[in-house]
């Protein structure tokens, strides 16, 4: 779940891969989620990608996905 809120982070709010200026700088704290859920910390990293994809106006995929 978490590295599918990351994925979705990446393909539909911020991703480094894309050309300027779609790409935003990145921001501290969502990269440090992105980190948690990749070193295993889901309980660092879930709440703050849930809440930038909810201000971004996404649905949240279903919990017992991923």
Same mark, same amino acid.
């Given at each position: 779940?978490?590295?599918?809120?990351?994925?979705?982070?990446?393909?539909?709010?911020?991703?480094?891969?894309?050309?300027?200026? *779609?790409?935003?700088?990145?921001?501290?704290?969502?990269?440090? *989620?992105?980190?948690?859920?990749?070193?295993?910390?889901? *309980?660092?990293?879930?709440?703050?990608?849930?809440?930038?994809?909810r201000d971004n106006k996404f649905t949240l995929p279903p919990r017992g996905e991923g």
């Amino acid at each position: 779940y978490c590295d599918k809120l990351g994925g979705r982070y990446r393909t539909y709010v911020n991703n480094p891969e894309e050309p300027k200026p *779609a790409f935003k700088p990145r921001i501290a704290a969502h990269e440090s *989620a992105i980190a948690d859920c990749k070193a295993g910390n889901t *309980a660092a990293g879930i709440p703050v990608l849930e809440q930038i994809l909810r201000d971004n106006k996404f649905t949240l995929p279903p919990r017992g996905e991923g």
